[in-house]
């Protein structure tokens, strides 16, 4: 049985309209199995800028955020940290194959199904960013 979101993370699901709700649980549920499946460590799921984020306890990843907003009801997002460079890899690695909003997230359409192979990878590197970083120095 997958864990349950924290209260306060999972009232702003509850506050999203049926369908943008059940497509961003549905990539929580691809963050945590991924990091479960890739032995990455344990995720904190909170709250970061109202929206909900996970990050890793041990500070290996850099934070992805879920998100959907009125002003684009037809579309949700999965961000991480635009100090980083995971967007223009992930540009160089996928191209055409997700839809980049700047250098801050993947943006998907509530009519669409993600390519989920790419998003693992993605998720992958965005929680071992630092770890990353750190060896390649």
């Known amino acids: 049985m997958a864990r349950k979101p924290p209260p306060e ?13 059940r497509r961003l ?7 945590l199995s991924t990091a479960e499946s890739r ?3 344990a995720l904190d799921e909170c ?7 996970y990050l890793t306890t041990s500070s290996s990843g850099t934070t992805i955020r879920l998100a959907w907003s009125a002003k684009r009801p037809r579309q949700y997002g999965l961000y991480v940290n635009c100090q980083t460079d995971l967007i ?3 540009r160089d690695q996928f191209g055409g194959t997700f839809t980049y909003e700047g250098n801050r997230g993947l943006i998907f359409g509530l009519d ?3 390519p989920q192979d790419a998003l ?6 965005a929680l071992t960013y630092h770890r990353r970083k750190k060896s390649s120095v």
Not at 25 to 31: K, Q, T, V, Y
Not at 47 to 52: A, I, Q
Not at 120 to 125: E, H, L, P, V
Request: proline share 10%; no cysteine.
């Open 9 to 21: 993370v999972a009232a702003v699901y509850a506050g999203y309209p049926a369908p943008a709700r």
């Open 25 to 31: 649980l549905s990539l929580r549920d691809l963050i």
């Open 39 to 41: 032995q990455i460590g």
């Open 47 to 53: 709250l970061k800028w109202g929206e909900p984020a």
């Open 88 to 90: 223009a890899t992930w």
């Open 112 to 114: 669409e199904t993600p």
């Open 120 to 125: 693992k990878t993605s998720i992958t590197a």
